[in-house]
């Protein structure tokens, strides 16, 4: 397997308003590798993936995808193949799920090949063939969760940060949308950022974690084992 490095961050700062949330904060994920951020509520995880993908301005000492400089603007940095899928979802709730996957390779300038792409899309999720035709509001959270976690794909990325996949989902939805994800990430060689609070989820899918904390993305040996985790919670 390729050791090629995706993303290489170093010194990430970002923040709202002029107050700090990270304060140089480090991150390396490498090709085709399922990494795993996770931390307390508020400690910057939302807000690391927003600096990565541009939403939010950032300043860094480094910030490379695939060796190139990492755009500050949201449209390019989706057109280089880092894809956000933010928390809660967001999909567009009178479009149908269709037009949301459409949508998906559009906003990452790749409407070329968008049919085929749509293709492998609903054969890894036979259940959004099913709801094609169906405005996304008319979806369940999971159906909806596997939706914008589709819709990422359809920008056909090298890394996809997925943020809070778990949230308002049964621990078994969890697993299983992330199951589908796991084999879409191997047979096309992607990388994969999964932010969440369920460490069980993170511990089950994950080469390698980080426990976001003051700021900073701190590795950590055990794949979210149970010693790690009471340093970080308790
Ligand atoms: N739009 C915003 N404006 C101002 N402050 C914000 C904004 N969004 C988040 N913050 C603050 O930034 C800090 C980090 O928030 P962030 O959303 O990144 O945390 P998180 O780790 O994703 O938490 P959670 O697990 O609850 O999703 C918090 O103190 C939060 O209050
Ligand atoms: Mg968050």
Known sequence: MSTQTILEVSGLRAGYGGVPVLHGCD?????????GIAGLNGAGKTTLLRALSGA???SC???LLRGDRLPSRPDAVARLG????????KVFPTLTVRE????GAVAAGKAGGAAREERRVLDAFPRLAELADRRAALLSGGEQQMLAVARGLMARPVLLMVDELS????????????????RVARTQNLSVLLVDQNTTLLGARCDRGYIMRDGLAEPIDDAFGHDTLSAAYF
Do not use: F, Q, W
């Not at 880092?82 to 979802?89: M, N």
């Open 82 to 89: 880092l894809v956000h899928v933010p928390e809660g979802r």
């Open 167 to 182: 949230l308002g989902l049964s621990p078994k939805a969890a697993l299983d949308i992330s199951a589908v994800l796991a």
């Open 100 to 103: 949301n996957l459409r949508y």
């Open 56 to 58: 939010i301005p950032r």
């Open 27 to 35: 991150l390396e994920i490498r090709e085709g590798e399922t990494v």
């Open 61 to 63: 000492d480094r910030a």
